[in-house]
């Protein structure tokens, strides 16, 4: 049964406040991620079920603009949806965020073996390791599906055990370099100063993992599973940013007319000049 959450409540409430072979550059370009889609059907939580849906009618028309605000809704949730924004605010937005180091149309090509042109439903996930923040701005969106899914990886790992949280921290995830300095390893999750950091690729983690690695990824999946995600179906104008080390992403399948258009931002944030990848 869904559940819904009035969207203007929720942002209300919060504004006080090795590898697997044929990986493409941007690990979403994988015909390997696909296959792993269709052939293990790693994705029951995709039947949506329990999905909490942002009821976006809500805050139509609604500008919301101020980055201290936006900010701060970043910190506290993770994301953070603002309705109806023109590409002028889009790059107001952009520049109050940081720097946006890689852009990418994301949109349904025929027959596109490609996943983020696909029409495929896509498995939580983060984006490459180094944009701190992903900013989707929607140009069309498609009359059936389509809707984009949100779940807090910092919240799931925190209510971990110690043991697996342990582990965790020391599974490495492949990832394509794009970037110079980049290593092609991260792990899942790391700490610094006491600040969580995830890199979650999870089908490129190694088939032979050892026991308590494999243990513990087993846990944090069955945790995502069970969490209810976020459920945000974009339209023409809006916009959806992400802090890309805590929140993890997917989008549920394409269907209907499939003329969904979204401009994605990789940013990386002023505290990040200088930081090695
Ligand atoms: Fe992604």
Redesign the pocket.
């Known amino acids: 049964m869904a559940q819904f959450v009035n969207i203007r409540h929720f942002f209300i409430r919060r504004k006080k406040s090795r590898p697997p072979a044929g990986l493409g550059k941007n690990p ?1 370009n994988s015909d390997n991620f696909g296959d792993k889609i269709r052939g293990k059907q790693i994705f029951p939580h995709f039947l949506g079920f329990y999905s909490i849906i942002l009821q976006t009618p809500d805050f139509i028309g609604e500008k919301w603009r101020n980055p201290i605000k936006i900010r701060a809704a970043l910190k506290d949730n993770g994301f953070v949806f603002v309705a109806k924004q023109s590409p002028s605010d889009v790059a107001a937005l952009l520049d109050s965020l940081g720097e946006v180091i890689y852009t990418t149309d994301v949109r349904v090509k025929s027959a596109s073996k490609v996943l ?1 042109t696909s029409s495929c439903a ?1 498995d939580f ?3 490459h390791h180094l944009p701190k923040w ?1 900013l989707w701005h929607c140009i069309e969106q498609t009359d059936d599906g389509g809707e984009t899914i949100l779940v807090d990886a910092a919240k799931i790992y925190r209510n971990l055990d110690g043991a697996h949280k342990s582990a965790l921290s020391e599974i490495m995830l492949f990832e394509h370099k794009m970037f110079g300095g980049d290593r092609g390893y991260y792990p899942l999750v790391a700490e610094k100063d006491g600040v969580l950091r995830f890199y979650y690729f999870f089908w490129t983690a190694r088939e032979n993992l050892p026991e308590a690695q494999k243990s513990a990824l087993s846990a944090f999946r069955s945790a995502l599973v069970a969490e209810p995600p976020v459920k945000i179906k974009l339209g023409k104008g809006d916009v959806i940013i992400v802090d890309n080390h805590r929140i993890l ?2 989008r549920c399948e394409i269907k209907g007319t499939r003329n969904r258009f979204l401009k ?1 931002f990789w940013v990386q944030c002023h505290q990040q000049k200088g930081e090695t990848t």
Do not use: A, Q
Request: charged residues 30%; aromatic residues 0%.
């Open positions: 979403e983020v896509l996930h983060t984006d992903i992403h997917g994605r």
